[in-house]
């Protein structure tokens, strides 16, 4: 079976375009404000080699628009927009797939719990909470849905509820991953990535937004169920001193790693934040 290629950083390639992403809703606020550099972001990661578009939805809630100011009917229609600006960029590259982001609950707090899942809520409020979001991402015209940057396990329980409720709809499961064996809560991810094994909806199970030394252990211990998706970081740490990232991984040297996750087992392969263009046309030219 061909690997299939992801996208990089769409917040990291806006910004390198000069989008100032300082803002609790982050990448999300481009759909208000410039809608035309959230698309010119999705063609140059097709132009790149990527096979699959993930939209700018991440960190776009209702909540998180209200609290902006926007209404109801506003806030719905930037999420919609989300998913027009990657089908726009998708067709005109002549072809791909859209898969809406669903990032978690943490990433609409702001204040780091999307890597630990330090929730105020529990399974069932959050089946509340992603509901919304999900029904527009799924009546947008999505290909498929990228529930991505999952850090615990009652949040996977969650969005594995909201997901039946579509049975139509197909979707991909990603954590985020302390080490190559546990998600950020501490759950193993073989055991997180079970509550989706026989799920014919479910088309991958892996991890994004981890860091690459991990990867190797993370395939190895999701092998053997679902086909794997991996699109991790780039590996640097943000230095608070000098205030800028240090341990910068060059494309190609991502792009010989993604070649040895494809060898490992993976079957789906981007990369995420940090990441740019550059990165995915290693990985395509790695992995083709």
């Known amino acids: 079976m061909s690997t299939l290629v992801l996208d990089g950083g769409l917040s990291t390639h806006l910004e390198t375009l000069g989008a100032d992403l300082r803002d609790e809703l982050w990448s999300a606020r481009l759909l208000l404000e410039d809608p035309a550099l959230i698309r010119r972001v999705h063609t140059d990661y097709f132009a790149a080699g990527a096979d699959v578009a993930i939209t700018a939805s991440y960190q776009a809630s209702i909540p998180g628009f209200m609290k902006r100011g926007l209404d109801l009917e506003q806030a719905v229609r930037l999420i919609a927009r989300s998913v027009e600006l990657a089908a726009q960029a998708r ?15 943490g990433a609409y707090l702001a ?91 479910v088309v991958a199970v892996g991890a994004n937004c981890t860091a690459p030394r991990h990867i190797p252990g993370l395939i190895e211990s999701l092998k053997g169920g679902l086909p794997i998706v991996v699109y991790p970081n780039s590996g640097e740490t943000w230095d608070p001193a000098a205030h800028r990232w240090q341990g910068l991984t060059d494309p190609v040297e991502y792009g010989q790693a993604a070649k040895e996750w494809q060898q490992a087992g993976a079957a789906m392969v981007g990369g995420c934040c940090r990441t740019t263009p550059e990165h995915i046309a290693q990985i395509r030219a790695h992995v083709s």
């Open 111 to 201: 204040n780091g719990a999307e890597y630990t899942g330090d929730y105020d809520l529990d399974e069932d409020g959050l089946v509340t909470w992603h509901r919304p979001r999900w029904e527009i991402l799924v009546e947008a015209g999505a290909d498929l849905m990228a529930v991505e940057t999952i850090p615990s396990y009652p949040e996977a329980r969650a969005l594995a509820r909201v997901l039946e409720e579509t049975p139509d709809v197909k979707a991909w499961i990603s954590f985020s991953c302390r080490d190559g064996e546990h998600i950020n809560d501490g759950t193993p991810i073989r055991e997180a990535a079970a509550l989706f094994t026989g799920n014919p909806q």
């Open 91 to 105: 067709d005109e590259a002549g072809g791909g797939l859209v898969a809406a982001s669903v990032g978690p609950y």
